[in-house]
């Protein structure tokens, strides 16, 4: 798989986790859920290069 695709997954995978956070939030009136899709939010770009990282480093 190339790094591109790979990028693409784990950036749908992250907007997956934030748009449940934020639901999870929503319904169940968590406060920490909000604070999780926000960082993740914010952070979206590092946490995407982490990522990408982690999967070289596991692959080699």
């Known amino acids: 798989m190339t790094i591109e695709k790979k990028r693409h997954y784990l950036l749908y995978g992250n907007r997956t986790v934030i748009y449940v956070a934020s639901l ?3 319904y169940f ?3 920490i859920a909000y604070v999780v899709a926000l960082t ?3 952070w979206l770009p ?3 290069l982490l990522e990408l ?3 070289k ?3 080699h």
């Open 24 to 26: 999870i939030g929503l």
């Open 29 to 31: 009136d968590v406060n």
């Open 40 to 42: 993740l939010w914010l």
């Open 46 to 48: 590092q946490c995407l």
């Open 53 to 55: 990282n982690l999967l």
């Open 57 to 59: 480093a596991i692959k």
